[in-house]
């Protein structure tokens, strides 16, 4: 069952039967993290129908799939864990320790370790999933959020949002190779297939900065002006790109908008009205559709990526955060 099917399910609202557990995989559930609810939403993919809701830590916010797609992992910030999600059974099944306030997280090549940002402590936390162990802290800038682990594993890039610096970290000494000074406030990133480009969101700069892979220097900046919006009212956060590395897709937060640009010529094709603080953003696996996570309207925008329309907004809970799609 896939997000593509969104269209013919939207139009027949075929209700189908909950997936066995020796079928957990590629369920087609919509995943949502929401922060003032203590809970992750899960929504069916095709009808959108709410599945269940599984409590967690408080303040749940980022969320990743395991590398078997068996198991979801949630950061409960005030309960500075990440809990684990098994998909057969939607129920936690355990818990990790992960450091002070945690924010973000992404996994080491091998998905044997997490690299956490702890943003009180300005630091990252290299946990040991198995174990439940934290075995290394790095010391970065002020307020870490975004992290990324390079497609070859061999490095680690984190975003200071009060430092406004990307730290460039080598996985196998924990040492900092670079700092890149970048827009105001950065936040996430995304990466072009290749590795050969870092992108960072800067939230109070209104842009996107563009980091050599390689030599990490500063290749490019994008800025963002929607029409009708002041530049302090354009709070760009989510990111992703599509797999070719031609599309990447922006959240603009306040200006409650997305925008759609061509990587290869860094022009922005579109801006794509959303909800209420577009805030997360991630794509089905087939691509055909775009789930923007509105923060303060409290739903999520399912947007198809053909001709950038909103096929539909599902409410998900209070200061929904994340979205994972299980396809």
Do not use: C
């Not at 409960?76 to 990790?96: C, F, G, P």
């Not at 996994?107 to 370790?113: A, E, N, T, Y």
């Not at 509105?294 to 950038?308: A, C, E, P």
Request: hydrophobic fraction near 40%; charge should be negative.
């Amino acid at each position: 069952m896939k997000l593509r099917n969104l269209t013919l399910a939207l139009a027949t609202t075929v209700a189908l039967a909950l997936p066995l557990a020796s079928q957990a995989k590629d369920t087609g559930y919509l995943f949502v993290s929401s922060e003032n609810d203590n809970a992750v939403t899960v929504l069916d993919g095709n009808t959108l129908a709410v599945v269940k809701v599984i409590p967690t830590g408080q303040r749940p916010r980022d969320m990743k799939l395991t590398a078997d797609r068996e198991q979801i992992l949630v950061i409960a910030s005030n309960d500075e864990r990440v809990d684990v999600i098994d998909i057969a059974t939607l129920e936690v099944v355990r818990s990790i320790d992960v450091g002070d306030d945690p924010e973000m997280f992404d996994f080491s090549r091998d998905g044997k370790l997490i690299y956490v940002s702890n943003e009180d402590d300005a630091e990252v936390s290299v946990v040991d999933i198995e174990n439940n162990e934290i075995v290394a802290t790095i010391e970065v800038g002020e307020e870490p959020e975004g992290i990324l682990v390079s497609r070859d594993g061999s490095r680690l890039y984190v975003t200071s949002e009060v430092a406004n610096m990307v730290h460039v970290i080598d996985t196998a000494t924990n040492e900092i190779l670079a700092n890149v000074v970048v827009g105001n406030r950065p936040r996430r990133f995304a990466d072009t297939p290749d590795g050969s480009e870092v992108w960072v969101t800067n939230e109070l700069g209104a842009s996107v900065t563009i980091i050599d892979g390689n030599s990490y220097q500063i290749k490019d900046t994008i800025a963002f002006a929607p029409q009708g919006f002041r530049s302090e009212e354009v709070t760009p956060v989510g990111i992703t790109m599509t797999g070719d590395g031609k599309t990447a897709y922006v959240t603009l937060g306040r200006a409650n908008h997305f925008a759609v640009v061509d990587v290869a010529s860094r022009a922005v094709r579109d801006y794509v009205l959303v909800g209420s603080r577009a805030w997360g953003v991630t794509l089905s696996r087939d691509e055909s559709r775009l789930i923007v996570v509105n923060g303060l309207s409290d739903d999520i925008s399912i947007v198809d990526t053909s001709n950038n329309r909103v096929l539909r907004s599902v409410p998900v809970g209070r200061v929904p955060h994340t979205a994972v799609i299980d396809d």
